[in-house]
C-alpha cells in the first residue's frame, strides 16, 4: 500500500480537477503542494482545506523553475510520494492558421512540463530511499486527445500523444525501482464554470465529476505493488466511444 506520510504535489491545481485533487489528498490526511503559475489564485483553497496544504509558484515549463519547486516542497514538507501532471492549455486552431509560437508553446504546457515535473519527483522519490516495493506515484492527465488528433485539435493532440509516450518510458524505466507511473484519459469533459461544461447546461450525467475524477487516482495511487495500472480511461456512461 502507498505511505500517506509524504507529500502529495499537483501541478496545475486550478479549478475543476485540480483543486479536487488537492482535496482528496488532504482528505486522505497527506501534506499537499498546490502549484501553478499563479499561487495567489490558491489562496481560497489553502484557507478551506488547513495548514496541510501550501500553495507554490511554478512554471512547469521552465526547468529552473520546476527544480526550485522540488526542492522547497522536500524542504517544507518532506519527500514527494505523489505527483500528478494536470498542468495544460491549448489553443484550437486549424492547422492552417497556427503559429509556430502556438504549436510550441501547447507542446510545452502539454508535454515538456510533464517530462520536468516526473524527472524532479522520480529523482527526490529514488533519493529518499523509502523502504517497501513503493516509493511513489506519478500520474498524467491525458485526454481523448492523447490517442487520437481531431480537426482543430493538432494543438492539443500533438502534445497529448507525447506525454502519453513519457508517462509509457518512465513507467517501463521506473516500475521495478518501486515508481509507478500511470496516464489517465479523460474522455469527456470535466464539469467546472467554463460555457458549456456545467450540470445545469449538460445535465448530470454528460460531464466528469471533478471528485469522481480525483477518486480514481486516488485509487491509482494506493493500489498494491502486485497488480498497478499503466493506463486509466475515463468517461460518462452516456459518453460515446
Same mark, same amino acid.
Given at each position: 500500500?502507498?505511505?500517506?506520510?509524504?507529500?502529495?504535489?499537483?501541478?496545475?491545481?486550478?479549478?475543476?480537477?485540480?483543486?479536487? @485533487?488537492? /482535496?482528496?489528498?488532504?482528505?486522505? =490526511?497527506?501534506? &499537499?503542494? %498546490?502549484?501553478?503559475? *499563479? +499561487?495567489?489564485? @490558491?489562496? /481560497?483553497?489553502?484557507?478551506?482545506? =488547513?495548514?496541510? &496544504?501550501? %500553495?507554490?509558484?511554478? *512554471? +512547469?515549463?521552465?526547468?529552473?523553475?520546476?527544480?526550485?519547486?522540488?526542492?522547497?516542497?522536500?524542504?517544507?514538507?518532506?519527500?514527494?510520494?505523489?505527483?500528478?501532471?494536470?498542468?495544460?492549455?491549448?489553443?484550437?486552431?486549424?492547422?492552417?492558421?497556427?503559429?509556430?509560437?502556438?504549436?510550441?508553446?501547447s507542446w510545452r504546457n502539454a508535454c515538456l512540463g510533464?517530462?520536468?515535473?516526473?524527472?524532479?519527483?522520480?529523482?527526490?522519490?529514488?533519493?529518499?530511499?523509502?523502504?517497501?516495493?513503493?516509493?511513489?506515484?506519478?500520474?498524467?492527465?491525458?485526454?481523448?486527445?492523447?490517442?487520437?488528433?481531431?480537426?482543430?485539435?493538432?494543438?492539443?493532440?500533438?502534445?497529448?500523444?507525447?506525454?502519453?509516450?513519457?508517462?509509457q518510458s518512465m513507467a517501463r524505466e521506473f516500475q521495478?525501482?518501486?515508481?509507478?507511473?500511470?496516464?489517465?484519459?479523460?474522455?469527456?469533459?470535466?464539469?467546472?464554470?467554463?460555457?458549456?461544461?456545467?450540470?445545469?447546461?449538460?445535465?448530470?450525467?454528460?460531464?466528469?465529476?471533478?471528485?469522481?475524477?480525483?477518486?480514481?487516482?486516488?485509487?491509482?495511487?494506493?493500489?498494491?505493488?502486485?497488480?498497478?495500472?499503466?493506463?486509466?480511461?475515463?468517461?460518462?456512461?452516456?459518453?460515446?466511444?
Amino acid at each position: 500500500m502507498a505511505d500517506n506520510s509524504g507529500a502529495a504535489v499537483v501541478i496545475g491545481a486550478g479549478p475543476g480537477l485540480g483543486s479536487a @485533487l488537492v /482535496r482528496r489528498f488532504a482528505q486522505a =490526511g497527506m501534506k &499537499v503542494a %498546490a502549484a501553478r503559475r *499563479d +499561487a495567489g489564485q @490558491l489562496d /481560497r483553497l489553502v484557507k478551506e482545506l =488547513g495548514a496541510g &496544504v501550501r %500553495a507554490y509558484s511554478c *512554471d +512547469a515549463t521552465d526547468e529552473e523553475s520546476v527544480t526550485s519547486l522540488f526542492a522547497g516542497i522536500t524542504k517544507d514538507m518532506g519527500t514527494p510520494r505523489l505527483l500528478v501532471y494536470n498542468a495544460g492549455g491549448f489553443i484550437r486552431k486549424s492547422v492552417l492558421e497556427t503559429s509556430r509560437e502556438e504549436f510550441e508553446r501547447s507542446w510545452r504546457n502539454a508535454c515538456l512540463g510533464g517530462f520536468l515535473t516526473g524527472r524532479e519527483a522520480v529523482r527526490a522519490m529514488l533519493a529518499a530511499k523509502a523502504d517497501g516495493h513503493h516509493k511513489g506515484t506519478v500520474i498524467f492527465t491525458g485526454a481523448t486527445a492523447s490517442l487520437r488528433g481531431g480537426a482543430n485539435f493538432l494543438n492539443l493532440a500533438v502534445g497529448k500523444f507525447a506525454l502519453r509516450a513519457v508517462s509509457q518510458s518512465m513507467a517501463r524505466e521506473f516500475q521495478a525501482q518501486g515508481i509507478h507511473v500511470a496516464h489517465v484519459i479523460i474522455d469527456g469533459q470535466i464539469e467546472s464554470e467554463r460555457p458549456g461544461r456545467s450540470v445545469a447546461e449538460r445535465g448530470v450525467d454528460a460531464v466528469l465529476s471533478p471528485a469522481a475524477i480525483a477518486e480514481a487516482y486516488y485509487q491509482l495511487h494506493v493500489q498494491s505493488p502486485s497488480a498497478w495500472t499503466l493506463e486509466l480511461d475515463l468517461r460518462p456512461y452516456v459518453e460515446k466511444f
